[in-house]
């Protein structure tokens, strides 16, 4: 028996409080951790920096969302970071992917044909900003003693 599998339909997209509907979305985790060596052997490793995006790109109509915060904020750079999730349930499980203090910055404001026949698209590229950072099902991608005392 075949069942459905998780795909880009399933998703709801949430910046902040409000749904969006995204026509792509990613979510990009850099992860610095680097292999330690001791005369060119693998002897562990060494934590190093993290920093993680979300991209959305939205058609007018859910950018029109997001300009409604800059227009609250008077500004593009005065929209205060949010948390961007994305919720999907299907019969092989849930996927629950939160990314937390979320700096919008406008990355694609016109992509447009002059023979027409495509819709113009907005990409918005979000910084994490939080120590909360990226949150999978539930689970933090950083470890408790990493974000200690932060």
Same mark, same amino acid.
Request: glycine share 10%; net charge negative; hydrophobic share 50%.
């Given at each position: 028996m075949t069942r459905k599998v998780l795909g880009g339909k399933d998703f709801d997209c949430f910046m902040g409080d409000s749904l969006v509907h995204v026509t792509e979305a990613s979510v990009k985790v850099t992860d610095g951790r680097k292999v330690k060596t001791v005369r060119g052997v693998p002897m562990g490793w060494i934590d190093g920096p993290v920093e993680a995006e979300v991209i959305l790109k939205l058609d007018h109509q859910?950018? #029109?969302? #997001?300009?409604?915060?800059?227009?609250? @904020?008077? *500004?593009?750079?005065?929209? $205060?970071? !949010?948390d +961007?999730? !994305?919720? @999907? *349930? +299907?019969?092989?499980?849930?996927?629950? +992917?939160?990314?937390?203090?979320?700096?919008?910055?406008? /990355? $694609? #404001?016109?992509?447009?044909?002059? /023979?027409?026949? $495509? $819709?113009? #698209?907005?990409? +918005?590229?979000?910084l994490i900003t939080s120590p909360d950072f990226v949150h999978i099902n539930g689970v933090p991608y950083l470890a408790s003693e990493e974000v200690r005392n932060l």
């Open positions: 859910n950018f #029109l969302l #997001l300009l409604a915060q800059a227009q609250q @904020a008077g *500004s593009w750079k005065g929209i $205060e970071p !949010f +961007v999730a !994305f919720t @999907a *349930s +299907v019969a092989a499980g849930d996927l629950n +992917v939160d990314a937390f203090g979320c700096m919008p910055q406008l /990355e $694609e #404001l016109l992509n447009i044909k002059a /023979e027409g026949g $495509e $819709e113009n #698209l907005f990409a +918005v590229k979000c």
